[in-house]
Each structure stands twice: as structure tokens, then as C-alpha cells.
T-cell receptor
């Protein structure tokens, strides 16, 4: 099976702009989670989608939003970018076949906000 | 608020020795705990999961213990190799499916 893919891999934006990141989960996986990773805060949970519905949400402002499509692909959007949004954004998918919630991570999108 | 603490400093050990990484948590009652490995520039890779009613889990050279009274998990790598050098993350989860990750511990195994 192909792994989790994320596009683009690298992105440079300026403050105030918006950005959309894309994630394709492993075939058959219906759960997609998004995380932000920074050196200072570590890996922080943004939100999780399951069958096109947001099932869990972390403590991020409303500028961070996401959605999931019927084929389980997911997108994450950040509006009005701030310098502090510079981070590695990781997407992970899970099959939840056994309720173990093992996360399969993609390579991430490195976002730099100037 | 929920808090997870891992060894804050990097761990440097000699090849062949056992590496022991610690994960402590407060204000949380996880249903399970997971360990991941992350290499530079890559996403984390799942290693092991241990449930709240399990004391120990093994997989090849890896061993995880889980003490819900102490609110602590220990992650051991026996007969460590330079290829084991990476950052190791612990993550706590509950039935709701949301995972909370620790900051990670950087392990360096010298030949």
C-alpha cells in the first residue's frame, strides 16, 4: 500500500496570506488527523476527521480549519497567516480497524511565513 | 491541564548498551500509550502501543512498561545500535481518539 502523501512539501508565504495543505491517507483509512510541529511546542494536535466529519479538535484558533472529502482525502486551511504559524504540518491516517488508533504519518509540509 | 514530560535532554549511549527513555504524565487518565520514532525531516513512525491494563509489551529489541499508578511509561531499546539514533515520542490516547504527544527525547547511539 502507498503511504500517506502530503502536498506541497515546502511552502513559503507572507503574513496575512492564506494557505491550503493537502493530505491523501493510506487507502482504506477513514480517519485523518492533522498536527503542527514546532521546536518549542512539539507535536500539537489540530483536528481529526472521520468519514467527512470533524470528530476531535485541538486548541487552535479559528484561522485553522479543515475538511475531508468522500474519498477520505483531507485539506487543511490556515487564513491570515502569522509568523508563528511557521511549522511542520503533519497529517496522519488511521484505519481504526482494532481501535488502536495507530497513526501513519506523512512526510509533512514545511510552511515558512515571512 | 494535561501535561506529558519526556527526558528533556538528549540521551547519549554507547552501542550495545540499553537505552531507557521516560515518559511521565499528569492530569490525564489515558486508555493507552504509544511510542513513535522520528528521524530528521520525516514524520513519526509508530513503534508500540500499550493499554492501560497492560504492564509490559515487547517487540524485538524494544520493551515498554506502563505504570498507571506512577503515571509513567519507560521505553527500553536493548543492544542499541547507531541506527537507533532518532527522536522518540510518547503519545497518550483515550477512547475519544485524540492523541497528546510529548516533546520527544533525542537518542544518540555512538559506535
Amino acid at each position: 500500500k502507498a503511504g500517506v502523501t502530503q502536498t506541497p512539501r515546502y511552502l513559503i508565504k507572507t503574513r496575512g496570506q492564506q494557505v491550503t495543505l493537502s493530505c491523501s491517507p493510506i487507502s482504506g483509512h477513514r480517519s485523518v488527523s492533522w498536527y503542527q510541529q514546532t521546536p518549542g511546542q512539539g507535536l500539537q494536535f489540530l483536528f481529526e476527521y472521520f468519514s467527512e466529519t470533524q470528530r476531535n479538535k485541538g486548541n487552535f484558533p479559528g484561522r485553522f480549519s479543515g475538511r475531508q472529502f468522500s474519498n477520505s482525502r483531507s485539506e487543511m486551511n490556515v487564513s491570515t497567516l502569522e509568523l508563528g504559524d511557521s511549522a511542520l504540518y503533519l497529517c496522519a491516517s488511521s484505519s481504526e480497524d482494532r481501535g488502536l488508533n495507530e497513526q501513519f504519518f506523512g512526510p509533512g509540509t514545511r510552511l515558512t511565513v515571512l | 491541564s494535561q501535561k506529558i514530560e519526556q527526558n528533556s535532554e538528549a540521551l547519549n549511549i554507547q552501542e550495545g548498551k540499553t537505552a531507557t527513555l521516560t515518559c511521565n504524565y499528569t492530569n490525564y487518565s489515558p486508555a493507552y500509550l504509544q511510542w513513535y520514532r522520528q528521524d530528521p525531516g520525516r514524520g513519526p513512525v509508530f513503534l508500540l502501543l500499550i493499554r492501560e491494563n497492560e504492564k509490559e509489551k515487547r517487540k524485538e529489541r524494544l520493551k515498554v512498561t506502563f505504570d498507571t499508578t506512577l503515571k509513567q511509561s519507560l521505553f527500553h531499546i536493548t543492544a542499541s545500535q547507531p541506527a537507533d539514533s532518532a527522536t522518540y515520542l510518547c503519545a497518550l490516547g483515550n477512547q475519544g481518539g485524540k492523541l497528546i504527544f510529548g516533546q520527544g527525547t533525542e537518542l544518540s547511539v555512538k559506535p
